[in-house]
């Protein structure tokens, strides 16, 4: 077999009436207590009972109908039409069972068009279904980038930004600090138009709102010059990584690392703008590194010591991977290895201690082979932002799709705690409306508009019940 | 073949200072049947031009596929021979389930919910064509 090039890189491193009414006579009637008579809209979707999967297929669930609206008229007549509750998708990458409805599902996935750009005003108005990575080829084609982007791209625009989706980069906020305005179409069919400069406090609260608002079916938002990335990437010991750690994130537009565990080692990713003409495509070798942590683990996993030993052997600390192009095609990427993860945002005057005690308590496991990853976000204003009013940094820990993954939860959760830690609203976390409240401070506000523009709940699945202690 | 299959081994580590296990993991691995020649930089940005010639269909490309097969990726790559080749070998009907049901890093319905069977075939075949 041939042998690339060594590299180290990121993560990897490691559906009328007469048609409702068939369907509903078909699954044994349940469709009836949840649909009015008259609904036209669903009959555009293409089936009914199909089972519903996030990435890591971790998350499942069997809506009786899942609609896929192709205009915003559509989806205000499927919502007017159904009764019960109504849960939005976006592309299923949340770890957190934000999604699994047994009602009515709606994917938003048909609105998914730039509506304009407005290069005066530097803003693109796109409908919500839109993927990042999409929205990406569609600005750049016109001389425009998005200010960063998250480690993958497949998310769509509500469903990143309802989620608190970052990318890293000291300076630079999470996505929903970008958006301006959007449209939101309430559970009853009503739109509403929130625009960041008329209604600051409702746009506080609809740029982070976990899908318990209403849908958002269209979002403008701010973007900059389209530019060019250089990346590098290195070996470095941990220890001395961690260290350096502050330094780098002042020094660089984009800073991140992954912790590899059982190794000693870490791998350091910076992005900073390049002028050069010297173009190069990247070529993550991140998949080829987890493949040699996982075959490390299996082999020598129940020898700690040994395992450390012959990591620090083997690996070759002056390993380095460059990339130079647009930075849509080097800030986000594509995971082959499904997985499974929790992520938490501290303040960023204790992360780096709290990444210790995580590093150790992760290493006291011999199944342990992910890297872990450690990022930088900069503060913003949306109340249920995990970044509000605080700068942070993430530390995020994953386990294989096919492992057991309880203790990230389990195992993490005080550790993040004691250090003042949120948790990712799409990763692995188990807190409820008791620790929540505690730890965002417009928890009531955002209460108060969540049961104004849902009185009766119905954007409630069983998770969010549980995070809003609506049970 | 599996995606590990397909991936060269160790290039995390130097060969030189393998330890004895690891090498003979290493040497057993050369036995194995040689991947395909991976896409160079200009076939990936020749895919970044590639359309389905039907509109419908080429919005559905872009929206649903493109973000991982019209990038260097894992995912085979749109027009590029050497990556479709060893999946068209299992058929098409393998190609559907796995397109239905997800794969390695594939979500099931292939960020597609509103696609039928056909949509699938017809965006396969787009796909895997040689440009």
């Known amino acids: 077999m041939t042998r690339q090039p060594p590299s180290t890189s990121r993560r990897q491193l490691l559906t009328g009436t007469a048609a409702l009414a068939l369907f509903d006579a078909l699954r044994g009637g349940t469709l009836a207590q949840l649909v009015l008579p008259g609904a036209q809209a669903q009959a555009s979707t293409p089936s009914a009972q199909r089972r519903w999967q996030n990435w890591s297929g971790l998350q499942q669930a069997t809506p009786a109908n899942w609609a896929t609206p192709a205009s915003e008229a559509e989806l205000q007549q499927l919502l007017r039409s159904t009764k019960g509750e ?9 770890f957190t069972a934000l999604v699994p409805t047994h009602a009515t599902l709606v994917s938003l996935d048909r609105l998914s068009n730039v509506v304009g750009i407005d290069k005066a005003a ?13 929205l990406a080829r569609a600005l750049d084609a016109q001389g425009l980038a998005l200010r960063n982007q998250p480690d993958v791209d497949v998310q769509t625009l509500a469903g990143a930004i309802s989620t608190g989706t970052h990318g890293t980069g000291a300076q630079l906020p999470a996505l929903h600090d970008d958006v301006i305005a959007l449209r939101l179409v309430k559970v009853d069919g009503e739109v509403v138009e929130v625009h960041a400069d008329q209604d600051p406090q409702l746009m506080a609260a609809a740029r982070v709102s976990l899908g318990s608002l209403g849908f958002i079916t269209q979002v403008t938002m701010r973007v900059v010059p389209a530019f060019n990335l250089a990346r590098h990437v290195w070996l470095q010991p941990v220890d001395s990584l961690i260290n350096e750690a502050p330094k780098l994130a002042a020094r660089h537009r984009h800073f991140e690392f992954y912790v590899l565990p059982h190794t000693g080692y870490a791998a350091g990713i910076r992005h900073d703008v390049h002028t050069g003409g010297d173009l190069m495509l990247p070529k993550p070798g991140d998949e080829d590194v987890l493949g040699d942590l996982k075959m490390l683990r299996d082999w020598l996993g129940r020898f700690p010591k040994l395992r450390r030993w012959a990591a620090q052997q083997a690996i070759d600390p002056n390993m380095t991977e460059e990339a130079r192009h647009r930075s849509f095609r080097l800030l986000s990427s594509v995971r082959p290895t499904r997985f499974n ?26 199944e342990v082979f992910f890297p872990l990853e450690f990022r930088f976000i900069r503060r913003d204003e949306a109340w249920l932002s995990p970044f509000h009013d605080r700068d942070c940094c993430s530390i995020a820990v994953h386990a294989a799709a096919d492992e057991a993954w309880a203790y990230l939860i389990d195992d ?16 692995l976390h188990r807190l ?40 | 073949m599996s995606v590990f299959q397909e991936m060269p081994l160790f290039p995390l580590f130097r060969s030189t200072r393998l330890v004895a296990g690891l090498a003979l993991v290493a040497a057993l691995a050369a036995c194995q049947e040689r991947p395909p020649e991976p896409p160079t930089d200009a076939d990936v940005l020749a895919a970044d031009t590639l359309r389905p010639a039907r509109p419908e269909l080429a919005a559905t490309y872009e929206r649903s596929c493109m973000a991982c097969h019209g990038v260097r990726s894992a995912a085979p790559l749109t027009g590029h021979a050497a ?11 393998t190609l559907l389930k796995h397109t239905r049901e997800g794969l390695r890093g594939m979500p099931a319905m292939g960020l597609c919910p509103d696609c039928g069977e056909q949509d699938f075939r017809d965006l396969i075949t787009f796909m895997s064509t040689p440009r």
């Not at chain 1, 109504?86 to 949340?94: L, N, T």
């Not at chain 1, 945002?345 to 011999?366: D, F, M, Y």
């Not at chain 1, 993490?412 to 990763?427: C, E, L, S």
């Open chain 1, 86 to 94: 109504v849960r939005p998708a976006g592309s299923g990458h949340s």
């Open chain 1, 122 to 134: 530097m803003t693109v108005t796109a409908q919500a279904g839109m993927r990042i990575g999409a």
């Open chain 1, 341 to 366: 993860e929790t992520e938490w945002h501290l303040p960023r005057e204790r992360a780096l201690t709290c990444l210790k005690e995580v590093v150790a308590k992760l290493e006291s496991r011999n």
């Open chain 1, 412 to 427: 993490f959760t005080p550790i993040f705690r004691a250090h003042q830690g949120r948790p990712h609203w799409g990763k």
């Open chain 1, 432 to 471: 409820g409306q008791a620790d929540l409240a505690k730890m965002y401070p417009r928890w009531a506000d955002f209460q108060a508009v969540r049961r104004r523009f849902d009185p009766q709940g119905r954007l409630l699945n069983a998770h969010l019940r549980q995070v809003f202690d609506q049970a």
């Open chain 2, 83 to 93: 990556s479709w080749q060893p999946r068209l070998t299992q058929g098409m009907d």
